[in-house]
Nanobody, 123 residues
Framework: ARLVESGGGLVQPGGSLRLACVAS????????MYWFRQAPGKEREWIAG????????DYADSVKGRFTAARDNAEKTAYLHMNSLKTDDTAVYYC?????????????????WGQGTQVTVSS
């Protein structure tokens, strides 16, 4: 099982980016997908989750209203659309799957992780 993120980069405050997470080696369409980020010197933070069918998504308060999780099961790809980016959004962003011990779209552990993609918000 593998997840590969892409789409990170340098963007100005107020700008937008779209991250992609391509899955392989497991039945992507039956698994919920999750997004995390880790800023320098801080713990990894759960920021979004989306159900296997794309029908329900949940977000951390820090990104609610600005970020949108989506997925294309035919392409085995999850997306994170990020708008109105702030300098505080600077972090390495990760996608994950195969959550365990979950309440809704928030889990105690995640068995599949991507390698991360850097997002830097700076003028």
């Amino acid at each position: 099982a593998r997840l590969v993120e892409s789409g990170g980069g340098l963007v100005q405050p107020g700008g937008s980016l779209r991250l992609a997470c391509v899955a392989s080696g497991f039945q992507f369409e039956v698994y919920n997908m999750y997004w995390f980020r880790q800023a320098p010197g801080k713990e990894r933070e759960w920021i979004a989750g989306i159900k296997f069918d794309g029908g329900v998504a949940d977000y951390a308060d820090s990104v609610k209203g600005r970020f949108t999780a989506a997925r294309d099961n035919a392409e085995k790809t999850a997306y994170l659309h990020m708008n109105s980016l702030k300098t505080d959004d600077t972090a390495v962003y990760y996608c994950a799957s195969d959550g365990n011990l979950c309440t809704g779209l928030r889990c105690k552990e995640y068995r599949i992780w991507g390698q991360g993609t850097q997002v830097t918000v700076s003028s």
